[in-house]
């Protein structure tokens, strides 16, 4: 069964740093973009960062210079290193896998959201 995990999320100090992981099942084939997203509480869910399969990145403005988004391809692995995080910065932190080997075949899949509280 195809499936997208999250892990590393937790509860940190304003400054600190986390790492979330991201590893899409083995079944998700021709894997594209995947990208990360968050939803704080009383807000809408928002793009953070995204990576294509040619390494080519987008960050939301807020996370600028702080965020990292690189992946492991072998792995089917997506990883988002946060650096002097914020309290702002608290959301679930969600993992989009895109994939499909043709554009008939497109496959967003979603990851179940791991929790980053940032506490001041």
């Known amino acids: 069964q195809v499936h997208v995990e999250e892990s590393g999320g937790g509860f940190v100090q304003a400054g600190d740093s986390l790492r979330l992981s991201c590893e899409a099942s083995?079944?998700?084939?021709?894997?594209?973009?995947m990208n990360w997203y968050r939803q704080a509480p009383d807000k809408e869910r928002e793009l953070v960062a995204s990576?294509?399969?040619?390494?080519?990145?987008n960050y939301l403005d807020s996370v600028k210079g702080r965020f990292t988004v690189s992946r492991d391809n072998a792995k089917n692995t997506v990883y988002l290193q946060m650096n002097s995080l914020k309290p702002e910065d608290t959301a679930v932190y969600y993992c989009?896998?895109?994939?499909?080997?043709?554009?008939?075949?497109?496959?967003?899949?979603w990851g179940k959201g791991t929790l980053v509280t940032v506490s001041s």
């Open positions: 989009k896998v895109e994939a499909g080997c043709t554009v008939e075949a497109y496959m967003p899949y």
């Open positions: 083995r079944g998700i084939f021709c894997i594209s973009t």
């Open positions: 990576i294509n399969n040619r390494g080519s990145t």
